[in-house]
């Protein structure tokens, strides 16, 4: 089991930067994927960026591609979301998650995680 804590939400202007952390805690958390996701009002949860657990690779959703980095420090359990050039579409609850990865590169931005984070409210205004 995994546990998950998000931190660095907050307000934020157009065209600003944030970046969102998490704290992961639990055994053997080299072997999972890390990802970030995001849920807007009215609309459904959609996968944001994920990291594998072997050589960072790193898969991002096409709205986010060239502004968001996603990262990960194994020495301190911690993910990160870089976030540029913020959008008001950008607005939402963002949340932290992890996934076993079964073998190297299996998980992606269509896989299904089942540890996740409380969620912290990133808002960009016009």
């Known amino acids: 089991q995994v546990q998950l804590v998000e931190s660095g939400g907050g307000l934020v202007q157009f065209g600003g930067s944030l970046t969102l952390s998490c704290a992961a805690s639990g055994e053997a958390l080299e072997y999972y994927a890390l990802g970030w996701f995001r849920q807007a009002p009215g609309k459904e949860r959609e996968a944001v960026a994920v990291?594998?657990?072997?050589?960072?690779?790193?898969y991002y959703a096409d709205s986010v591609k060239g502004r968001f980095t996603i990262s990960r420090d194994g020495a301190t359990n911690t993910v990160s979301l870089q976030m540029n050039s913020l959008k008001p579409d950008d607005t939402g609850v963002y949340y932290c998650?992890?996934?076993?990865?079964?073998?190297?590169?299996?998980?992606?931005?269509?896989?299904?995680?089942?540890?996740w984070g409380q969620g912290t409210q990133v808002t960009v205004s016009s």
């Open positions: 990291i594998s657990s072997v050589n960072d690779r790193t």
């Open positions: 998650a992890a996934q076993w990865e079964v073998a190297p590169g299996l998980i992606n931005l269509k896989s299904d995680f089942h540890s």
